[in-house]
């Protein structure tokens, strides 16, 4: 069964700092890989994604995650924080293998950056 | 960008009555999906849907819950008898292929009193 985890809760970062958001997953092949923000009372949207290729990947307001096969994370990063990015930040997983569309999403970091 | 929508934002109900939450999801996309979040913490899979049938389902989504697509644009998801632990933010999305990202809708918060 496929699942993703995020140890952290909270993380605070100053304006102008670089921040990281950690995530690891667990699936049975390999993986898709994403990422989602989502603002106060709002869907979802989408950040970012890993399918294949350059383990970089880069995606929409600056943010990038690297995917590390051997450590099976694909943390977010960004590498000067905005006040504007204060949000709950979701990792999300997709097993390869199967005929479900089942995206499974961590239990989410709320990102504090302070002025 | 295109956008999924949904109705009502809110909904409050009593405990054991039917409510249907609806979805129009983006024209030309073939997936669509049901997500819940409680309290703003953790976003669960309900269940996901393509070529008129369900896909794949969660544990939560048991018999009391159901989804249609009764028409070209209306993806809805009904809760038969509704709990107080039902009480959450429905989300919908859809996606134009498996792969792909999901679009999301800005959710119905359903009451369940």
């Known amino acids: 069964a496929q699942s993703v985890a995020q140890p952290e809760d909270q993380v605070n970062v100053a304006e102008g700092n670089p921040l990281t958001v950690k995530c690891t997953y667990s699936?049975?092949?390999?993986?898709?890989l994403f990422w989602y923000v989502q603002y106060p009372n709002r869907g979802l949207q989408f950040l970012l994604k890993y399918i294949t290729g350059d383990n970089l990947v880069k995606g929409s307001y600056g943010f990038e995650a690297e995917f590390n096969k051997s450590q099976t994370s694909f943390h977010l990063k960004k590498p000067s924080a905005l006040v504007s990015d204060s949000a709950l930040y979701f990792c999300a997983v997709r097993d390869r293998r199967g005929g479900g569309f089942k995206t499974i999403f961590g239990a989410g970091t709320r990102l504090f950056v302070k002025a | 960008e295109p956008e999924v929508t949904q109705t009502p934002s809110h909904q409050v109900t009593q405990m054991g009555q039917e409510v249907i939450l609806r979805c129009v999801p983006i024209s030309n996309h073939l997936y669509f999906y049901w997500y819940r979040q409680i309290l703003g913490q953790k976003v669960e899979f309900l269940v996901s849907?393509?070529?008129?049938?369900?896909?794949?389902k969660s544990e939560i989504f048991d018999d009391q819950f159901s989804v249609e697509r009764p028409d070209g644009s209306n993806f809805t998801l009904k809760i038969r008898s509704t709990k107080l632990e039902d009480s959450a933010m429905y989300f919908c999305?859809?996606?134009?292929?498996?792969?792909?990202?999901?679009?999301f809708g800005s959710g119905t918060q359903l009451s369940v009193l």
């Open positions: 849907f393509y070529n008129n049938e369900i896909s794949e």
């Open positions: 699936v049975s092949g390999n993986p898709y």
């Open positions: 999305a859809s996606s134009s292929t498996p792969t792909e990202k999901l679009f």
